[in-house]
Structures are given as structure tokens and as C-alpha cells.
């Protein structure tokens, strides 16, 4: 039995067969955060995993599946946090992830510098606007605005958690990828991977995924590009296997 509270729900991760708390008002996870646990490299049999703005720990979940090393999810939002505490518990997971009630720009001093192996985070997208235009609920203004962080705070702070050689991975707007490059290189995280997302053939991107590796060498891949909706305006087959696990 799993405890919720007000308009929580409890959904499936389909390709994972796990369950995870959600609330309409103030926390559900999005194909961005799905994407990017694909697309990060995980070790396989051991190694230590830090996911940053965390959420409701959907992340966490998904790479627990991809990876037996030990993971750690950053949240600063303490409701968000008692969220994925409690799914975590309920896929019986608490051997394997934690999550850290925090500011992440305090987890280089909570968890340890440079001791691990991959850096997840699906930051705030947006630089905070005015008042009079930022989201009034609290929950989701911060999780979409640089309020309790910057895209800057996100790669230092993982740049800081990373051992020689670890990899960072970040989903993101492509308006700012020059920002992410930019930051990256300056904080020691050499951009070695890029995919762009698409939500349909001929549109532009809307989402980019990048891969960087601490203190690398120079030396970009542009990934092949990924394609949510078809002709139809129907999941493509690539999105499909993401989400529900179809062959």
C-alpha cells in the first residue's frame, strides 16, 4: 500500500513496470525527463549516480532499472521529495536509490566531490521572469524558472560531483544550447554527445539532449535525430519503445 495525499495519483511507468506518485497540481513528470534517462549512460553492474532538480524521482526509478549502482536524487521542493520517497518505497527500491531533501548547490558538500560516475539533471528551463509572469503555483514555478538555481549552478554542481571521466547529461531548449556548451567547457565538461528532439517531421526542435565527460577530449557527435509524433500525430515507434516498451 503506498500513502497518497490530496490529488495524487499513483501511474505506471509502462516500459519499466514501476509505479510513481504523481499530482496534477504539483508535480508530474515529462517525456523531457523520459528522454533524458534514456539517453544518459549508466554503468551497468556497479558505480554511483546523482540525478539533480529530481522532482517527484522519476529519473532515479527509470535508471534503477538500466543500472544496480547506487543512486541519489537531489530535490529542493520538500513535497516533491516526499513524493519520490514514498514511490521509491512502494517499488521497494530504498536499497538502491535515495533521495536528498536539498539545494543542489549544496550536494557537492552533503554527497562527496568527485566520487561519481554519471550526473543527470532536467533543470529549470526558463531565466525567472517578473512576478506578474511567473507561474502562481509555487510547485510548478520552480521547477520551470531559475529561481532556486541557474543553468550555470546545474553544470558547476555536476562538474563538482564528477570523478575524472564521469558523465554529465542534460535535457534542455534548444535556444539554449551555445548557454549549455559554453558553460560546460568552462566547468571542465567536454560536450561529447548531442541529440536534437523533434516533436514531428518538419518541425523545429524542441528539446536537446547533451552528453558531456569530465575533462575529455574534444570530440562531438551529433546522434541521429528523434521523432515524437508521426504523419498521424501518433507516437513514432522510437517513442513508443521509450514509453511502453513496444517492440
Known amino acids: 500500500m503506498v500513502q497518497l495525499m490530496g490529488d495524487e495519483r499513483l501511474d505506471y511507468l509502462l516500459a519499466e513496470d514501476l509505479r510513481i506518485i504523481q499530482s496534477p497540481s504539483v508535480f508530474a513528470f515529462s ?10 549512460y549508466v554503468p551497468i553492474q556497479k558505480g554511483n549516480i546523482v540525478d539533480l532538480c529530481s522532482g517527484n524521482g522519476v529519473i532515479p526509478l527509470l535508471l534503477s532499472t538500466r543500472s ?5 536524487g ?3 521542493q520538500k513535497r516533491l521529495y516526499h513524493m519520490g520517497v514514498r514511490s521509491i518505497e512502494y517499488n521497494q527500491l530504498s536499497h538502491q536509490i535515495e533521495m ?3 539545494d543542489l548547490k549544496n550536494a557537492p558538500k552533503t554527497l562527496g566531490y568527485s566520487k561519481y560516475d554519471v550526473v543527470t539533471c532536467n533543470p529549470p528551463y526558463f531565466i525567472t521572469p517578473s512576478n506578474k509572469e511567473i507561474n502562481e503555483n509555487q510547485h510548478l514555478a520552480i521547477a520551470r524558472h531559475e529561481i532556486y538555481c541557474t543553468l550555470e549552478d546545474c553544470i558547476r554542481v555536476s562538474s563538482e560531483l564528477l570523478k575524472q571521466g564521469g ?4 535535457v534542455h531548449r534548444p535556444g539554449r544550447l551555445l548557454d549549455l556548451i559554453t558553460l560546460m567547457r568552462k566547468y571542465r565538461l567536454e560536450p561529447k554527445r548531442i541529440q536534437f528532439v523533434y516533436p514531428k517531421m518538419g518541425k523545429e526542435a524542441n528539446t536537446i539532449l547533451v552528453e558531456g565527460i569530465k575533462d575529455g577530449r574534444p570530440d562531438l557527435k551529433i546522434l541521429p535525430p528523434l521523432f515524437v509524433y508521426d504523419e498521424n500525430n501518433e507516437y513514432t515507434p ?9 517492440k
Do not use: M, P, W
Open 31 to 40: 517525456l523531457d525527463a523520459v528522454l533524458l534517462a534514456r539517453f544518459t
Open 167 to 170: 558523465k554529465a547529461s542534460f
Open 74 to 76: 537531489v530535490e529542493i
Open 100 to 102: 536528498i531533501h536539498g
Open 68 to 72: 544496480k549502482g547506487k543512486i541519489y
Open 238 to 246: 522510437e517513442i513508443r519503445v521509450i514509453l511502453y516498451g513496444d
